[in-house]
């Protein structure tokens, strides 16, 4: 096999892996999934962010990374454990990366903290599920 009949192989597979991952957040945005942001660790100053969609599975806001394969969810987020400890809009460096307008939640989870970020009319949703849970949820503004 020859050097182009290789690099052909290769490009093919990268386009497949790429229409792969555009037909999966299709999937999951016509199946009711938004778009939001995450990162893991909120002290990274304007790094570390991961773009996904987001769905609501009845107590569970499941969260797809969207440069994943995977078939499942990368993060679910209980909503008795989820706790919403500040509320920011976008620093310069993060604005590069994300919609304009959106806004950041730094969240709890009863195990680690994150932040999600989101447009206003998503924030909007998230937050009237997010009251919507039984007396025992735990919301701060």
Avoid: N
Avoid at 76 to 99: F, H, K, N
Wanted: with cysteine.
């Amino acid at each position: 096999m020859g050097l182009a009949r290789i690099l052909e192989l290769v490009l093919l597979t990268g386009a497949l892996v790429i229409a792969a991952l555009a037909l999966r957040r299709l999937r999951l945005v016509r199946q009711g999934g938004i778009d939001v942001a995450l990162r893991t660790r909120p002290k990274d100053a304007g790094r570390g962010w991961h773009q996904g969609v987001g769905r609501y599975q009845g107590d569970g806001f499941a969260w797809f990374r969207v440069s994943s394969l995977r078939s499942g969810p990368d993060r679910v987020l209980d909503r008795d454990q989820l706790e919403i400890v500040e509320r920011r809009g976008l620093t310069v460096p993060e604005s590069y990366a994300m919609p304009s307008g959106a806004v950041v939640l730094r969240c709890r989870t009863g195990v680690d903290e994150l932040e999600l970020a989101m447009r206003q009319d998503t924030l909007t949703g998230f937050l009237s599920w997010l009251e919507s849970a039984p007396p025992s949820g735990r919301l701060r503004r």
